[in-house]
């Protein structure tokens, strides 16, 4: 561990300060944020940060000036500080894979130094980022041709998890600033369907295939790549010299790239710093850049920059990602909160939870602490949700009248995004809905209230709202790259502070591993019936069931 690490000699809930915040918490009694507004009139706009073109109201929150220092202390004798400072310098703060955590240099400008075993990485990043722009640009003017020299109109990226989710959530958000002329298409899953449901109604004259996958070993990937290989030589009468016009490949790994067969002049590489949850902002976001852009692209990544910068600098009143790490431990540790709602009210944002899933829950989602020993206390929340009006409509109940403490984040927007114009007052509407949902999720409805509206006695229950459902909210003006950018760098480093306050290695994923490796020693059992040792009774008798549904 390197030596700026925390030291986290005393567990976690032994410190004063922990223990401080469970008595806070024990006597926090009945008050409610009906009562913590009424008591405070500046509330509303003392718990109010704005970074960058977001502006982040955190007064509908449980907590008051005490429970935040108490946090503030938590973080300070975690040495929250200290680990960000070893991340940003480079340190290998990934322990156990002895890695470097990187993803800050990805959108560091040129004149950065950040070292890695001594080398400066920055310039290796800049001179990526201008070989995708040559190469996204000759795409999108049609200066790169197919095989047999018809222009590319579709695209497709094959890639899973962070190979895919980044770049898939980023086309979606980005939609208007892309040029509407190309399509784009993302394939993940190993079930042939999606390869097939994605390629079926293209000719492969016109379509470019991106490998995407940091290690170029993911089954799942590899898989998909060589069924498209196959789809585009039979559609192009064979001649193998096809591949290089319609395969690129975004990887750490050249060798793999070449016994794959794409020529690594076609490559676009990135770095075994770079986590693959981390990494839509380096080559892996090729697809994302040939769809916006290259200026667009860098507008990203000049607002991934600008929140990294906050995150460094800040202090920790108005550290917006401290905060909110901060909040999400007073509600996973002291309130057994279980879940987070993430809940945009743009459409365009809706794949933008999906991609948080992986951020946050592969993440966070770990049980041993940096040293190897169990933790006593809850780590990662589950992450979920999708765009908020659907959920009004859907599982906003639950939130608002069920069991359980469900904080959440509303992220939304003043302007609709100049295409739209301003259809009916659409957008009036949708943010009517923003604003009205976090409202009655704090304040709810009292049994007085109900009565008042002449609400017959027996209804009178069912028609209470509990409230003091806390929520986040983020605002800004309008979606734009650089806003995408500053959302997603608030939510990293959200993660990264509160791996390290509960003392997880926030950027391995050994989690995913035992799974990868049955399902290999599973195949054969499917494919040819092989004894397969060590398959337990349940799982032996379904691959029975399912050869005999099989016809084998
Ligand atoms: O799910 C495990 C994982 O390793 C993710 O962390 C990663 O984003 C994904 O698989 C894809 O990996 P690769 O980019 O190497 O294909």
Do not use: C
């Not at 073109?53 to 300070?76: F, G, P, Q, W």
């Not at 041993?368 to 599982?395: F, I, L, S």
């Not at 009565?451 to 209470?464: D, F, I, Q, S």
Request: charge should be negative; charged fraction near 25%; aromatic fraction near 10%.
């Amino acid at each position: 561990m390197p030596e700026s690490a925390a030291d986290h000699s005393v567990r976690l809930d032994r410190l004063p300060q922990w223990e401080a915040l469970a008595k806070h918490r024990e006597q926090w009694g009945e008050v409610g944020l009906r009562e913590l507004f009424a008591d405070d009139p500046g509330r509303a706009e003392r718990y109010t940060l704005t970074v960058g073109d977001l502006h982040i109201d955190y007064s509908k929150h449980l907590v008051t000036d005490e429970t935040l220092a108490l946090l503030r202390e938590l973080a300070e004798v975690r040495r929250v500080a200290e680990l960000r400072e070893a991340m940003f310098r480079g340190e290998k703060i990934n322990v156990t894979e002895d890695r470097a955590v990187l993803h800050t240099a990805l959108r560091a400008p040129l004149d950065t130094v950040v070292e890695v075993d001594g080398e400066n990485v920055v310039p290796k990043v800049h001179a990526v980022l201008n070989k995708m722009s040559v190469f996204a640009d000759r795409v999108r003017s049609g200066a790169w041709t197919g095989h047999t020299g018809k222009r590319i109109r579709t695209v497709v990226n094959i890639g899973i998890g962070g190979s895919d989710l980044g770049p898939a959530m980023a086309y979606e958000v980005l939609r208007p600033y892309t040029a509407r002329e190309l399509t784009f298409r993302f394939v993940s899953n190993v079930d042939g369907a999606d390869l097939h449901e994605a390629v079926r109604d293209l000719d492969p004259a016109e379509t470019l295939f991106i490998i995407a996958s940091k290690t170029f070993t993911t089954i799942e990937t590899i898989t998909n790549a060589t069924s498209a290989r196959t789809w585009l030589l039979d559609g192009l009468g064979g001649d193998t010299a096809a591949v290089a016009k319609h395969f690129v490949a975004l990887s750490t790994n050249a060798e793999k790239v070449a016994d794959f067969g794409i020529d690594t002049a076609n490559m676009f590489e990135f770095w075994d710093w770079v986590g693959g949850r981390y990494s839509y902002d380096s080559a892996i976001g090729l697809s994302l850049m040939l769809a916006i852009g290259p200026d667009h692209f860098r507008e990203m990544l000049a607002g991934f920059h600008l929140v990294d910068e906050h995150f460094r600098t800040a202090p920790p009143e108005q550290n917006a990602p401290l905060l909110l790490g901060l909040l999400g431990v007073w509600y996973g540790n002291f309130h057994d909160a279980q879940s987070h709602a993430v809940l945009p009210y743009s459409h365009y944002l809706s794949r933008f939870t999906a991609y948080l899933q992986q951020l946050d829950m592969e993440s966070n989602g770990k049980s041993v602490d940096r040293g190897g020993e169990r933790v006593r206390w809850q780590t990662g929340p589950v992450v979920w949700g999708t765009p908020g009006t659907n959920g009004q409509h859907a599982y906003y109940q639950l939130i608002h009248q069920g069991t359980k403490l469900i904080p959440a984040d509303f992220i939304g927007f003043a302007n609709p995004l100049a295409e739209l114009g301003e259809f009916a007052g659409q957008h009036d509407l949708l943010m009517a809905n923003f604003f009205a949902q976090t409202q009655a999720l704090a304040f709810g409805k009292t049994p007085e209230e109900v009565r008042a509206e002449g609400v017959p006695e027996e209804l009178v229950a069912h028609k209470t709202f509990r409230g003091n459902h806390p929520t986040t909210t983020v605002l800004a003006k309008e979606l734009t790259p650089s806003v995408l950018g500053q959302l997603v760098a608030l939510y990293e480093h959200k993660v990264f502070t509160q791996g390290a306050i509960w003392n997880i290695d926030s950027f391995d994923q050994w989690g995913v591993e035992l799974g990868k490796v049955l399902a290999k020693r599973v195949e054969p059992a499917l494919t040819e019936g092989a004894e397969v040792p060590g398959l337990d009774a349940s799982t032996r008798a379904l691959v029975k069931r399912y050869r005999a549904l099989r016809g084998r």
